[in-house]
């Protein structure tokens, strides 16, 4: 009898540990799977900060056409310094390649004559820099750490990556954009088909819209969009889109009418021209679909917005736009006498912009398009 509770006891013995063993597993399975995750949402940050920035100096360099080894290190400093902000912690982790349209408007790895895609930073190595057709960027961020808990199992890294792709091009949709634009708070406020007022004010312009719940908000808008004064972080302080702050009606008649159509990209700052100008408000076409910026602040450009920056505009008290995307819409009703704009919303295109497709690097892109967009693309 002695020896049966023995043998008892030594196997529930041996039952707790194996029970220890596995909830420890489980606990790894939680702890680490839940590091890996969060990893992972880094990694993701990573690569579309890095692709988003790699395509935005390419669009310059497409526009530009500056010597294409000379693009290549321009893009590939760029792409690697936004991984590491976003979390990137080696730059052996980073690996971006050139991306291309094919002849159906499809995107595509570019890929050299012996079969091998062209790598951002090829330059570094003796490659040929930024190769024809370059339209966008696609960006691989890895990252790799020991795990707590599983090496229980035997598993004793864990390694996290994701991808993205960054393309960039003429607005998709095209027709010129019109200058005034329309808060984010909006675009996060109502979906397409609803209607919303723009009122142009002597205080600097009041936008009014209808929520979801019917009832009527407010808020502050400057008026209209001075886009022959714009500029974006990181340009030369003395770069030429930066020119005239004092505009009058007669030019922002002629933007309403045809649209602008050079070059905006997202984060851009444009000079906020306050003011009714009343003569403009019903230039742009009733019932036809075009587009207008979003924007998300209107700081003041000389206390609110980082150098280096060209001189702060004055007019209006020197506060800009700064933009983080376009609303499609269509004017259902124009009231010039009250500065009234009714607009219903078609859509949205909140981030960079939607690209079409194009020749890319090496072409006239630039000389031929309207307004030039980068977005991330899935």
């Not at 991808?163 to 979906?191: C, D, H, N, S, W």
Request: with cysteine; proline share 5%; charged share 20%.
């Amino acid at each position: 009898m002695f020896k049966i509770r023995h043998q008892e006891r030594g196997q529930s013995l041996v039952l707790v540990v194996f029970m220890l063993v596995v909830l420890l597993v489980f606990a790894g399975l939680a702890i680490d799977g839940g590091m890996v995750f969060l990893e992972r949402r880094r990694m993701q940050n990573a690569a579309d900060a890095g692709a988003l920035a790699g395509a935005r100096e390419l669009v310059e360099a497409m526009c530009d056409q500056p010597d294409r080894v000379a693009a290549d290190v321009m893009i590939y400093q760029a792409l690697v310094d936004y991984a590491q902000v976003n979390g990137v912690q080696n730059v052996k982790d980073i690996e971006a390649v050139y991306m291309g349209y094919n002849a159906q408007g499809e995107v595509e790895v570019l890929l050299a004559p012996d079969g091998t895609p062209y790598l951002v930073g090829n330059s570094l190595t003796g490659g040929i820099g930024v190769p024809d057709g370059a339209a966008g960027i696609g960006a691989t961020s890895n990252i790799e750490h020991g795990t707590r808990l599983m090496s229980l199992a035997g598993q004793d890294t864990s390694r996290a990556s994701a991808y993205a792709e960054a393309m960039t091009g003429p607005l998709l949709t095209g027709g010129g954009l019109r200058p005034f634009g329309v808060p984010v708070q909006l675009m996060q406020t109502i979906k397409e088909g609803s209607s919303f007022n723009v009122v142009f004010k002597n205080d600097g312009g009041t936008i009014h819209w209808v929520a979801q719940n019917g009832q009527d908000t407010e808020a502050q808008h400057r008026g209209w969009m001075n886009f022959a004064y714009m500029w974006n972080v990181g340009e030369d302080p003395d770069f030429g889109r930066a020119i005239d702050d004092g505009i009058g009606a007669s030019q922002l008649k002629a933007w309403m009418e045809a649209g602008w159509n050079s070059p905006i990209y997202g984060g851009d700052f444009i000079h906020a021209k306050p003011g009714t100008n009343s003569s403009a408000v019903c230039k742009a076409p009733e019932n036809e679909v075009f587009y207008i910026p979003i924007y998300d602040a209107i700081p003041e450009c000389e206390t609110q917005v980082y150098d280096p920056k060209p001189e702060c505009p004055t007019q209006g008290g020197g506060y800009v736009f700064h933009i983080v995307g376009f609303a499609g819409l269509k004017i259902t009703e124009c009231n010039q006498g009250k500065g009234k704009i009714t607009a219903e919303l078609v859509d949205t295109i909140v981030g960079q912009g939607v690209p079409a497709p194009s020749d890319g690097y090496g072409s006239n892109v630039c000389e031929d398009s309207n307004t030039m967009v980068v977005a991330l693309v899935e």
